[in-house]
């Protein structure tokens, strides 16, 4: 029996690498055939690790490690519950690259995403030869070490990527078989698109992240819940018992602070943003007039938010800092609409209405100059019957403004902060990888 096979791994993992081996204790482990490699999921609410025997066959022991390694990190950075993004090809390529930055290259399995090394191609099929070297050469071109969110960014903004994920999808709606739909096979014997022979390219990766999406937002909260409580247990357990293996020193930082009760910085932004609403009030026939029913209309109101959001682009704000701030602002347009105004030494008044719901912007740098939070107090004034408050993403490299004649927010870089005393109304949220 195969679990038996994987069993002995899992001891080998008690004695090299304990950290993971006690996230691992918490999980349901199931044999299978229907997905081609691995895979972590849940079930019944209950963490679920997936593999293929036939998979498990062509690694070696060091490689198998990595890969209880890699799904383990999958489950800790909360890849599959509240930090799902879509579309969901596209964030299981973000999410393999931020993973596979912090593993040893030696341990990834073949096929795997690597910032900044190309992929191999010797085994690609002809077919896809040109789409996979221009999704190698993007994957070449990315730094290491940066967050899932950011490699997101990075990955919807590649139209080149985007050209060779099409053409490989439609090549795979065109060569299905010799003509009848869902023989499994592709143009010419033993050139199927993937292992399983179901005509569907199989894209860069190699562990499966499917059955997410199907969770309730509840089950998500539910699940983020149980993980914190089991990576709690696991990281004092390493620190008690000199246990933390191979995890290297910044990985065990980011993680005992991911198990401190400190506030997410982003529902902070999403909090002050949805505090900031606007009753627009209309008239309709549809609602009951309490005091006159039926004769006269009665009220229904829209609330909205209006803010204004400023962005730092000044000198002293780096391009992949600017593309941070983009990555924040992405997830704030799932909740609401916003304005957004570039600045540095002064505000450039050819603002622009991020929409709700709308799709990911360019990060895009449009000044370079010093720092001026008066310009942007000062333009504020200018449009606040416009506007409800305003959060300003910056450094913190400047002189303080003038008290806000509304509501305002400081969103800072990680490890910056604010170059003097702000006003004990302002939020102050710091940022984190």
């Given at each position: 029996?195969?679990?038996?096979?994987?069993s002995?791994y899992?001891?080998?993992?008690?004695?090299?690498e304990?950290?993971?081996?006690?996230?691992?204790?918490?999980?349901?482990?199931?044999?299978?055939?229907q997905?081609?490699?691995?895979?972590?999921?849940?079930?019944?609410?209950?963490?679920?690790?997936?593999?293929?025997?036939?998979?498990?066959?062509t690694?070696?022991?060091?490689?198998?490690?990595?890969?209880?390694?890699?799904?383990?990190?999958?489950?800790?950075?909360?890849?599959?519950?509240?930090?799902?993004?879509?579309p969901?090809?596209l964030?299981?390529?973000?999410?393999?690259?931020?993973?596979?930055?912090?593993?040893?290259?030696?341990?990834?399995?073949?096929?795997?995403?690597?910032?900044?090394?190309?992929?191999?191609?010797?085994?690609?099929p002809?077919?896809?030869?040109?789409?996979?070297?221009?999704?190698s050469?993007?994957?070449?071109s990315?730094?290491?070490?940066?967050?899932?969110?950011?490699?997101m960014?990075?990955?919807?903004?590649?139209?080149?990527?985007?050209?060779?994920?099409?053409?490989m999808e439609k090549?795979?709606?065109?060569c299905q078989?010799?003509?009848?739909?869902?023989?499994?096979?592709?143009?010419g014997?033993?050139?199927?698109?993937?292992?399983?022979?179901?005509g569907?390219?199989?894209f860069p990766g190699?562990?499966?992240?499917?059955?997410?999406?199907d969770?309730?937002?509840?089950?998500?909260q539910?699940?983020?819940?149980?993980?914190?409580?089991?990576?709690?247990?696991?990281?004092?357990?390493?620190?008690?018992?000199n246990?933390?293996?191979?995890?290297?020193?910044?990985?065990?930082e980011?993680?005992?602070?991911?198990c401190?009760?400190?506030?997410?910085?982003?529902?902070?932004?999403?909090?002050?943003?949805?505090?900031?609403?606007?009753?627009?009030?209309?008239r309709?026939?549809?609602?009951?007039?309490?005091?006159?029913p039926?004769?006269?209309p009665g009220?229904?109101?829209?609330?909205?938010?209006?803010?204004a959001?400023?962005?730092?682009?000044?000198?002293?704000?780096s391009?992949?800092?600017?593309e941070?701030?983009?990555?924040?602002?992405?997830?704030?347009s799932?909740q609401?609409?916003f304005?957004?105004?570039?600045?540095?030494?002064?505000?450039d008044?050819?603002?622009?209405?991020?929409?709700?719901?709308?799709?990911?912007?360019?990060?895009?740098?449009?000044?370079?100059?010093?720092?001026?939070?008066?310009a942007?107090?000062?333009?504020?004034?200018k449009?606040?019957?416009?506007?409800?408050?305003?959060?300003?993403l910056?450094?913190g490299?400047?002189?303080?403004?003038q008290k806000?004649?509304?509501?305002?927010?400081?969103?800072?870089?990680?490890?910056?902060s604010?170059?003097?005393k702000?006003?004990p109304?302002?939020?102050?949220?710091?940022?984190?990888?």
């Open positions: 029996m195969v679990q038996s096979n994987l002995k899992l001891v080998k993992l008690i004695h090299e304990p950290f993971f081996s006690h996230i691992l204790m918490g999980f349901t482990k199931i044999e299978t055939e997905i081609s490699t691995a895979g972590v999921t849940s079930i019944d609410d209950n963490l679920t690790l997936y593999w293929n025997p036939k998979f498990l066959e690694l070696s022991t060091k490689q198998i490690i990595g890969l209880l390694k890699h799904e383990c990190y999958h489950i800790i950075f909360n890849h599959c519950t509240t930090r799902r993004q879509e969901h090809r964030w299981n390529m973000a999410t393999d690259l931020a993973i596979n930055s912090i593993i040893p290259e030696a341990e990834l399995p073949e096929g795997g995403l690597i910032p900044g090394k190309a992929l191999d191609l010797s085994k690609v002809e077919d896809y030869r040109e789409e996979y070297t221009a999704v050469n993007f994957i070449k990315l730094p290491k070490n940066e967050a899932s969110e950011w490699y960014h990075k990955l919807k903004n590649s139209q080149e990527l985007k050209d060779a994920m099409k053409s090549k795979a709606g065109e078989g010799d003509g009848s739909p869902g023989d499994g096979k592709s143009k014997e033993g050139k199927d698109s993937d292992e399983n022979g179901s569907k390219p199989q190699f562990d499966d992240h499917e059955g997410w999406g969770l309730s937002d509840e089950q998500k539910q699940l983020e819940g149980k993980i914190k409580k089991v990576l709690k247990d696991a990281v004092r357990k390493a620190d008690r018992q246990g933390w293996g191979s995890v290297s020193g910044s990985t065990r980011l993680l005992r602070k991911m401190e009760n400190t506030v997410d910085w982003k529902k902070v932004l999403q909090n002050f943003v949805g505090r900031r609403l606007r009753s627009n009030k209309s309709t026939h549809r609602r009951i007039n309490r005091k006159y039926y004769i006269h009220t229904r109101h829209n609330y909205t938010s209006h803010i959001i400023y962005i730092d682009q000044s000198g002293s704000v391009d992949s800092e600017i941070m701030f983009f990555g924040a602002l992405t997830e704030l799932r609401t609409t304005t957004v105004y570039h600045f540095d030494y002064d505000v008044p050819k603002g622009y209405v991020w929409k709700k719901g709308s799709k990911t912007q360019k990060a895009t740098r449009t000044m370079c100059g010093g720092t001026s939070f008066h942007v107090e000062e333009h504020f004034k449009v606040k019957d416009s506007f409800d408050g305003y959060v300003v910056t450094d490299g400047a002189g303080k403004p806000c004649v509304k509501r305002r927010c400081w969103v800072l870089l990680p490890k910056t604010l170059a003097f702000h006003d109304v302002d939020i102050v949220i710091e940022m984190r990888k």
